[in-house]
T-cell receptor, first 113, second 112 residues
Framework: DTEVTQTPKHLVMGMTNKKSLKCEQHMGHRAMYWYKQKAKKPPELMFVYSYEKLSINESVPSRFSPECPNSSLLNLHLHALQPEDSALYLC????????????FGSGTRLTVV | KQEVTQIPAALSVPEGENLVLNCSFTDSAIYNLQWFRQDPGKGLTSLLLIQSSQREQTSGRLNASLDKSSGRSTLYIAASQPGDSATYLCAVNTGTASKLTFGTGTRLQVTL
C-alpha cells in the first residue's frame, strides 16, 4: 500500500458545527502532516506529528485541533470555523528524517457556510 | 526564511514540445527537493525527489536537475502531451525539522 487516504473528499459545514477530517496510511511512515491550500496558492503547513507526538504547530487557531491516535491515523477536528477556513486540506506522510520524500493524499475540500 | 519561486507562473505549449520549468530557492542549505504535480481540486502527486547530494533524477519523460549552490532546480518534460496539463509545484526540505516549503507553482497547459 503506497497511498495516503483522506476522508471525506468533500465537506460542507456550518460555523457552529463540529466535524473531523481523517487521514490514514499503511506505509509505516512515522511522520504525518496537515497542510491547508487556498485556491491558486501553494500548500501551507499546519501541523507535524512525529512518532505520534505533535512536533510543529504553525500558529494555527485553536478551532483546528489535530490528533494522532496511532502511527497510521491522523485526524483534524474542526469546531466553530469561519468562512475563510474554506480550503483544500491535505494530509501527507513520510519516513522520519530529512532524506525522505512526502506522499500526499487527495485532500478534503472543505466549505464553511 | 526559505523562499521558493517558480517561473513561469503559467505556460501554454502545443503537444509534442519539450519544455522546462524553473524553481529557485533562497537558502541553499536544503536536504532535498521534490517536484509534484497537482490536477485541479486534487491532491499532490510526487514526480521526482532529488537529494541534496544529487545532480539529477529521471523518470520516464521527466528529468529534474538540482544546482544547490546556485539555488536552482529545473524540471524538463520531453514530448509533452495533453495529459501533462496540470500545476507543477517544487518543494524544498530545509530547517531543523522535516518541513517542506513550496514554490508558487507553474500552471501548464498542453494543447492539441
Amino acid at each position: 500500500d503506497t497511498e495516503v487516504t483522506q476522508t471525506p473528499k468533500h465537506l460542507v459545514m456550518g460555523m457552529t458545527n463540529k466535524k473531523s477530517l481523517k487521514c490514514e496510511q499503511h506505509m509505516g511512515h512515522r511522520a504525518m502532516y496537515w497542510y491547508k491550500q487556498k485556491a491558486k496558492k501553494p500548500p501551507e503547513l499546519m501541523f507535524v506529528y512525529s512518532y505520534e507526538k505533535l512536533s510543529i504547530n504553525e500558529s494555527v487557531p485553536s478551532r483546528f485541533s489535530p490528533e494522532c491516535p496511532n502511527s497510521s491515523l491522523l485526524n483534524l477536528h474542526l469546531h466553530a470555523l469561519q468562512p475563510e477556513d474554506s480550503a483544500l486540506y491535505l494530509c501527507a506522510s513520510s519516513q522520519e528524517g530529512r532524506n525522505y520524500g512526502y506522499t500526499f493524499g487527495s485532500g478534503t475540500r472543505l466549505t464553511v457556510v | 526564511k526559505q523562499e521558493v519561486t517558480q517561473i513561469p507562473a503559467a505556460l501554454s505549449v502545443p503537444e509534442g514540445e519539450n519544455l522546462v520549468l524553473n524553481c529557485s530557492f533562497t537558502d541553499s542549505a536544503i536536504y532535498n527537493l521534490q517536484w509534484f504535480r497537482q490536477d485541479p481540486g486534487k491532491g499532490l502527486t510526487s514526480l521526482l525527489l532529488i537529494q541534496s547530494s544529487q545532480r539529477e533524477q529521471t523518470s520516464g519523460r521527466l528529468n529534474a536537475s538540482l544546482d544547490k549552490s546556485s539555488g536552482r532546480s529545473t524540471l524538463y518534460i520531453a514530448a509533452s502531451q495533453p495529459g501533462d496539463s496540470a500545476t507543477y509545484l517544487c518543494a524544498v526540505n530545509t530547517g531543523t525539522a522535516s518541513k517542506l516549503t513550496f514554490g508558487t507553482g507553474t500552471r501548464l497547459q498542453v494543447t492539441l
